[in-house]
């Protein structure tokens, strides 16, 4: 178990850019999730994957975000055009095909993205 | 939808001591988990503790323990012997029983410095 991984560490970018970012979750978990966090705050829920279904999306998740999990394994999270507000931390965590309380979120360390 | 408040957003206890964070949270389901993670700067989050709604006896896991009152939908984190490495960041979480994605509410998180 070599734990949630999530490359970059830090994107700076500029307004506008686009940017995307990549998380390789635990192997056998079969459920992936994102989530942003600001400065001082608890994450919020962006979307969540079963397998490489994209089950729901918070109303977070504006027409510029997507995100992909193709073979059911790493998951991709694009920004489109992205703003200022978009500077946050995106987490991504990963958890076995369980019920809740027998399969808690693992967490990855986040990438950290500042758009100037 | 469910709203996890956390009211104390910073704290701080000596080494050693003992030292109680504060989560309400609300909800309209009868089932339900609730967990404690930890964020250490610039780190993971990971998992410290979790309780199941159904059950009475409070979660206890080393020198952390809850305490879990349902009626007043309050989920406190008593940490016990604090120590220097218990400086963090603490979320509560909460899970519905019948949220299929196994998705977590954070609340807005608790700043803990334990001071030597």
């Known amino acids: 178990d070599t734990g949630v991984s999530q490359n970059p560490r830090h994107k700076i970018t500029k307004r506008g850019q686009n940017v995307t970012f990549r998380c390789d979750p635990i192997?056998?978990?079969?459920?992936l999730y994102w989530y942003r966090q600001t400065l001082g705050q608890g994450p919020e829920f962006l979307t969540y994957?079963?397998?490489?279904?994209?089950?729901?999306k918070s109303r977070l998740l504006s027409d510029r975000f997507s995100a992909e999990r193709p073979k059911g394994s790493f998951s991709t999270l694009e920004i489109q055009r992205t703003e200022q507000g978009d500077s946050a931390m995106y987490l991504c965590?990963?958890?076995?095909?369980?019920?809740?309380?027998?399969?808690?979120?693992?967490f990855g360390n986040g990438t950290r993205l500042t758009v100037t | 939808a469910q709203t996890v408040t956390q009211s104390q957003p910073e704290m701080s206890v000596q080494e050693a001591e003992t030292v109680t964070l504060s989560c309400t949270y609300d909800?309209?389901?009868?089932?339900?988990?609730l967990f404690w993670y930890k964020q250490p700067p610039s780190r993971q989050m990971i998992l410290v503790i979790r309780?199941?709604?159904?059950?009475?006896q409070n979660a206890t896991e080393n020198r952390f323990s809850v305490n879990f009152q349902k009626a007043a939908k309050s989920f406190s984190l008593k940490i016990s012997d604090s120590q220097l490495g218990d400086t963090a960041m603490y979320f509560c979480?909460?899970?519905?029983?019948?949220?299929?994605?196994?998705?977590?509410?954070f609340g807005g998180g608790t700043r803990l410095m334990v001071k030597p």
């Open positions: 309780q199941e709604a159904y059950k009475q």
């Open positions: 192997s056998e978990h079969n459920r």
């Open positions: 979480a909460f899970m519905g029983a019948n949220n299929a994605g196994n998705m977590l509410t």
């Open positions: 994957f079963q397998n490489e279904a994209q089950l729901e």
């Open positions: 965590a990963s958890s076995a095909p369980a019920a809740g309380y027998n399969s808690p979120l693992h």
């Open positions: 909800t309209s389901e009868n089932n339900y988990y």
